[in-house]
C-alpha cells in the first residue's frame, strides 16, 4: 500500500493551498486517515484527520482554517487550508489509521505514512 500528497508549495501569508493524498493498494478506504506537519526541529504534529463515517477532529491551532475531505471512491484525501500563517509552514504528511474502527489524534494511531509535501509561508 502506498499514500502519495501532493498540493504543497510556497504561499503568502493568507493565502491558500490544497492538498491532497492519493491511495494505492488498499481494497477500500482505511477508516481513518489523517494529516499530520512537522517543522524543522520539531516533532511531528497531528493536524486533522477524518473518518468513512465523516467525523472529523481538527488541532486548535488550524480549526476554522483547514478542512479535511475524502473522496472514498478513488480514496483520495484532501486537506483545504485557507488564511495560511506562517506558523503553518512545515511537511505535510498524510496517515492511514492503523486499526479498522480506531481513530485518535496522535501518531500511534496510525501506521502507513506518506512521504510528504512541503508547505512554504512567507509572511
Known amino acids: 500500500v502506498q499514500l502519495v500528497e501532493s498540493g504543497g508549495g510556497s504561499v503568502q501569508a493568507g493565502g491558500s493551498l490544497r492538498l491532497s493524498c492519493a491511495a494505492s493498494g488498499y481494497r477500500y478506504t482505511p477508516y481513518c486517515m489523517g494529516w499530520f506537519r512537522q517543522a524543522p526541529g520539531k516533532e511531528r504534529e497531528w493536524v486533522s484527520y477524518i473518518t468513512t463515517g465523516g467525523t472529523t477532529n481538527y488541532a486548535d491551532s488550524v480549526k476554522g482554517r483547514f478542512t479535511v475531505s475524502q473522496d472514498n471512491a478513488k480514496i483520495t484525501l484532501y486537506l483545504q487550508m485557507n488564511n495560511l500563517k506562517p506558523e503553518d509552514a512545515a511537511m505535510y504528511y498524510c496517515?492511514?489509521?492503523?486499526?479498522?474502527?480506531?481513530?485518535?489524534?496522535?501518531?500511534?494511531?496510525?501506521?502507513?505514512w506518506g512521504q510528504g509535501t512541503q508547505v512554504t509561508v512567507s509572511s
Open positions: 496517515a492511514a489509521g492503523a486499526r479498522t474502527g480506531v481513530c485518535g489524534a496522535g501518531v500511534r494511531y496510525f501506521g502507513n
